[in-house]
């Protein structure tokens, strides 16, 4: 399947994942005299989000414009990187917010805990997609073959009677490899930014439930990043599982199905990724109302 095939068929779901992304932003009402001080907060976190995108996206284009003789084992790295980068620049800036105040200060004895400060969807969503992409990849290794020169894992084959069918590239141990630590290393990444603003200062006069609603909205859009940055690995490995799985001229039947489930999966980690990013980049409104409870849709 050429790259140009795989674009047109996730063009989309790209669209549709933008698009629900945008309608399904998180709204924070807040009280009146604490907007001046979250708005900045808000862009602040924004312009973050927005520059490691921006610098990830640049190492990321860098990689695949790499003509080293690897066959793409730097490129396949190349979404994961970017991912990574992205959510340690966030991380950098939440450890760097500067302590923002209001006009009068208050002070609580209520105790905060950390994981009150993770936002429990985002995570449901980043550990589902990076399962996904986990057994991706088991099941390209497991079903790995040898290509032409002896490589371990870059090419699918298969046996039936007297003849034989084979074809890549495949994403086996020879690609799997290198992206399961490079999932790894987004993982922890993220963790280290969920981490950054569950610890940062409170910031201004804000109350204690409302500064924890507005801790959660910054690690939603850190999550949202690393799962972007799954899912963009997920696209083109199930891409390749699918052109492998249905090109062979030769192949027990249970190989069509299981090609087209992995073409599935690849559209919706398209939706997904668009999903994700699109979110993560407009971030939540902050609207105020002096009428409403401070709540969280």
Do not use: K
């Amino acid at each position: 399947m050429s790259p140009t095939v795989v674009f047109l068929l996730c063009l989309p779901a790209l669209v549709l994942g933008a698009t629900v992304g945008w309608r399904r932003r998180r709204v924070v009402v807040i009280d009146t005299q604490a907007r001046t001080v979250l708005a900045r907060l808000q862009r602040r976190r924004g312009i973050a989000v927005l520059l490691g995108l921006l610098i990830g996206g640049a190492a990321a284009a860098a990689m695949l414009g790499v003509q080293n003789g690897d066959l793409g084992r730097l490129a396949s790295m190349a979404p994961a990187s970017a991912g990574a980068i992205a959510v340690l620049v966030v991380a950098l800036a939440e450890l760097t917010t500067p302590h923002l105040e209001g006009e009068v200060r208050t002070a609580s004895l209520q105790s905060r805990r950390r994981l009150e400060a993770v936002d429990v969807p985002a995570a449901r969503l980043a550990l589902v997609t990076f399962a996904a992409l986990v057994v991706a990849l088991w099941v390209g290794w497991v079903m790995g073959s040898p290509d032409d020169m002896g490589r371990a894992g870059r090419a699918i084959s298969a046996v039936c009677g007297t003849t034989s069918s084979g074809g890549g590239p495949w994403p086996g141990s020879f690609y799997g490899g290198l992206m399961l630590l490079a999932a790894a290393v987004v993982a922890l990444a993220t963790f280290a930014a969920v981490a950054a603003v569950a610890e940062r200062p409170r910031v201004g006069t804000t109350s204690l439930e409302t500064d924890t609603r507005l801790r959660r909205a910054a690690t939603a859009q850190i999550l949202l990043v690393s799962t972007a940055s799954a899912a963009c690995t997920l696209v083109p490995v199930a891409g390749l599982m699918t052109s492998g799985l249905l090109g062979l001229t030769c192949h027990p039947w249970w190989y069509v199905p299981l090609g087209a489930f992995w073409g599935v999966v690849m559209l919706v980690a398209a939706g997904v990724a668009a999903a994700c990013l699109g979110t993560a980049l407009w971030g939540p409104r902050t609207v105020s109302n002096v009428e409403e409870p401070v709540v969280v849709r």
